[in-house]
């Protein structure tokens, strides 16, 4: 017996074993996955739904067999994926699943009341109005072409423009890529060519005549307004369906956020505020 002991091969073979142990329990070996896999009829069903959806006919024998087979393969290497921990870390997979419970806590629905849809609507009536419509001209001065000049020159061409509206405007201001004149615009048309300063002075803006100085990014603008549609309120009747629209994504954006806070309290918090501090002062002291 001891000469068996002291035996090399039988050294061997004990240190292999052990060694086989310690890489199953540090490989991090996958638990068994389900091994059982049920297709139903509803899921051969919705197979064969979909395989008719995409080629415009119902399949055949054959072809549902092989929906089925195809439907096993995935599901057997999803269910092993997911034994391995293969779902861990993976950027577009915590999206979907995020994407899903986001929609899961806006399932609930129920039946608007007339009350809630009139509450609505009345909360938000400016949402569903018609938006007034302009013709807008203006004349641009450069404050760095004009310098100490500029104010002056403003001042001169407002009285020229009091005194001969029939003036040529173009002549007054300084070149610019800007249009001249805008016609039946709405305040966000004025705002994306002018700036939203200019399209802010739409509403105080003086009927029929010359009025500014009035800045933007692009200088001193000299502004002459007409309103050719006036803002129009909507009637609930004309924009229900809108109202009921949006009344709903309201709705289901509070119950989205009402599921957050209920499966929140199921988690402890923390938040390592020291290693935030350091990575401020890390990126700081980055070159830039």
Do not use: C
């Not at 051969?44 to 092989?66: H, M, N, Y």
């Not at 009536?125 to 403003?154: C, K, M, N, W």
């Not at 002018?194 to 509403?203: K, M, R």
């Not at 003086?206 to 500014?212: E, H, M, N, T, V």
């Amino acid at each position: 017996m001891r000469r068996i002991l002291k035996e090399p091969l039988l050294h061997f073979a004990v240190l292999g074993l052990g060694l086989f142990a310690l890489y199953r329990l540090t490989a991090g070996e996958a638990p068994p996955a389900s091994e059982e896999i049920d297709v139903d009829a509803a899921r051969i069903a919705a197979l064969a739904q979909g395989f008719e959806r995409s080629w415009r006919r119902p399949p055949s024998a054959e072809e549902v067999a092989g929906l089925v087979e195809s439907y096993v393969r995935d599901e057997v290497l999803y269910r092993e994926g997911l034994a391995r921990g293969l779902d861990r870390d993976d950027s577009v997979i915590r999206s979907r699943v995020l994407l899903k419970m986001q929609v899961l806590g806006e399932l609930t629905e129920t039946e608007l009341t007339d009350l809630e849809v009139q509450e609505w609507f009345e909360a938000n009536a400016e949402r569903y109005a018609t938006p007034a419509r302009y013709d807008v001209r203006q004349i641009l001065f450069d404050p760095i072409r004009r310098g100490s000049r500029l104010d002056h020159e403003i001042g001169a061409a407002l009285r020229d423009l009091a005194a001969d509206p029939a003036l040529d405007a173009a002549t007054l201001g300084d070149a610019t890529l800007l249009p001249g004149a805008l016609g039946d615009a709405s305040r966000t048309d004025v705002a994306s060519q002018y700036g939203e300063e200019v399209a802010a002075a739409l509403s105080n803006a003086p009927a029929g005549r010359w009025f500014g100085p009035v800045s933007s990014s692009y200088g001193k603008h000299l502004l002459w307004v007409g309103v050719r549609e006036p803002p129009r309120a909507a009637t609930l009747a004309n924009v229900r369906a809108a109202v009921e629209r949006d009344l709903r994504s309201e709705q289901a954006q509070v119950a989205s956020d009402a599921l957050y806070r209920r499966l929140r309290e199921r988690y402890t918090i923390r938040v390592d505020r020291a290693a935030g501090g350091e990575l401020d002062s890390a990126l700081a002291a980055q070159p830039r």
